[in-house]
């Protein structure tokens, strides 16, 4: 079978009209063509929402577990900041709108919790307040900030999160269920958010998953990888393995009497692990759907199949039994990756090091060192410092700047003119730090820095 070129091209066509499309079309046009693939190919699309729900499932419960460990220390810096009247807290505010569904973020829950904690104590550690969680800070030049390692290790349930997070991210990035899940939700969170702005810094990202879609929606089933299926799905995986036992126990009997025409196979050899026969029945009878034979009936402790078809029973079987082994890898696979999510997960984490009073950029434990530079006075080192602790999660350029801050910007008009120190704070991090960071191959080529829309906040990402 060869891919279908009409839809190919009509495919493609829509694809060129959206990488040139204005930015006030792109939107509605995307999620017009979203629905045309979506009707058209209703079988695959099934498949990768499948895919979707089983992730979705399990990263709800890591969320889960995540938020309410993360809001015992909530409860806490409430408590705290009840006694020692501080207030309003509007990160802490903010954070409940968004668990209520009343403000939208491309954040996670857990991540704008920790972050919302994070600014509360750090906003506030100066007048000195909250001191009763000074366990968990730590102090950099006589500047205090709530540490991610000491949170993860008095919360274990968020550095399970995170490092789930990173992983799955990692592992299904390119797989087609990925790409359409991203295109599902850019098209609900960027069009309702700023349409121009996300249609400018999202769009080149959207047309490559459309591609991989595409190609995903019109390869032929027959050349389909079986990483496609929904392996990941427990469900799928018992069904499977039910259904191989069957075929496993036709098959002996069908191979020992030299493949005949019809075959009796023994009750007990097919009502296996608790199974009692209205389940077999059901799985004897989708077989014959499949065309492995014409007619069976049940009677008393045999099954007695007919006009078997010599040509589909065996490719049946093959391609069975290859599928379950599949599955049966991949779930081998995701619970030792479960139980030693730490482990695999650090092994990606950048993290910064000091070792004689230089500062150095290091991926997991045992990833080599690149130099970044002074621990104490190097702009650079501070600001990835700041930015990749935890990975991936915005903080705000007061804050950051806080920690990069020199004796010589006291002495900067531009820094000391309220009209103009947002500007200047945000062009000597680009310049001084993010500039610096970039040349050479300091970062690996594996970190990019970028601001929010309105230039408040900043993060560092791992580049896909």
């Known amino acids: 079978m060869t891919m279908n070129s009409d839809r190919h091209q009509i495919y493609n066509h829509w694809v060129d009209e959206l990488a040139t499309i204005s930015d006030e ?18 079988t695959k699309i099934e498949i990768l929402q499948k895919q979707i729900d089983a992730d979705n499932n399990r990263r709800a419960q890591y969320i889960d577990k995540a938020v309410k460990g993360l809001e015992r220390l909530l409860e806490e810096v409430e408590t705290e900041a009840k006694r020692e009247k501080i207030g309003p807290l509007p990160e802490i505010d903010n954070y409940k709108l968004v668990k209520k569904g009343e403000i939208r973020t491309s954040e996670s829950l857990p991540d704008t919790l920790y972050h919302a904690i994070r600014l509360t104590i750090e906003s506030n550690w100066s007048e000195g307040k909250f001191r009763k969680l000074e366990n968990l800070m730590r102090v950099n030049e006589n500047l205090w900030y709530l540490d991610f390692d000491k949170v993860c290790k008095s919360y274990p349930s968020y550095k399970l999160f995170k490092d789930m997070e990173y992983a799955s991210n990692q ?27 996300a249609s400018d810094f999202v769009r080149p990202d959207i047309i490559g998953k459309l591609k991989r879609l595409i190609l995903y929606l019109l390869t032929p089933e027959d050349n389909l990888y079986l990483d496609e299926l929904e392996l990941t799905d427990n469900s799928s995986r018992r069904a499977y393995e039910k259904k191989w036992d069957v075929l496993q126990a036709i098959w002996d009997v069908y191979e020992s009497h030299s493949r005949p025409e019809s075959i009796l196979v023994p009750v007990v050899r097919l009502t296996i692990k608790g199974r009692d026969v209205q389940l077999i029945d059901g799985i004897i009878e989708g077989l014959r759907k499949d065309s492995l034979f014409q007619k069976w009936d049940r009677k008393d402790r045999w099954y007695n199949l007919e ?9 049946a079987y093959q391609e069975t039994g290859n599928t379950y082994k599949k599955f049966a890898t991949t779930y081998q696979e995701r619970s030792e990756r479960d139980e030693t999510v730490d482990t695999q997960a650090a092994q990606n984490i950048p993290r910064c090091v000091i070792e004689k009073g230089i500062g150095y950029l290091k991926f997991g434990k045992y990833g080599s060192k690149k130099k970044i530079g002074n621990a104490k006075n190097s702009r650079p080192f501070q600001f990835l410092q700041a930015t990749i602790d935890p990975i991936g999660v915005f903080k705000s350029v007061d804050a950051v700047f806080t920690i990069i801050w020199r004796e010589k910007d006291s002495q900067d008009p531009m820094l000391t003119n309220p009209s103009t120190a947002k500007a200047r704070r945000v062009e000597i991090i680009k310049n001084s730090a993010i500039k610096e960071l970039q040349k050479g191959s300091k970062l690996g080529g594996k970190i990019k820095f970028e601001f929010n829309q309105s230039e408040t906040q900043v993060r560092a990402f791992l580049v896909e």
């Not at 079309?25 to 209703?42: G, R, S, T």
């Open 25 to 42: 079309e792109f939107f509605p046009l995307l999620k017009q063509f979203l629905d045309l693939l979506i009707k058209e190919n209703p």
């Open 171 to 197: 592992e299904y990035k390119d797989k087609p269920w990925g790409a359409f899940r991203y295109l599902l939700w850019a098209i609900s969170f960027f069009a309702d958010v700023t349409p121009k702005e």
């Open 307 to 315: 006009f078997i078809n010599h040509e589909r029973l065996p490719r």
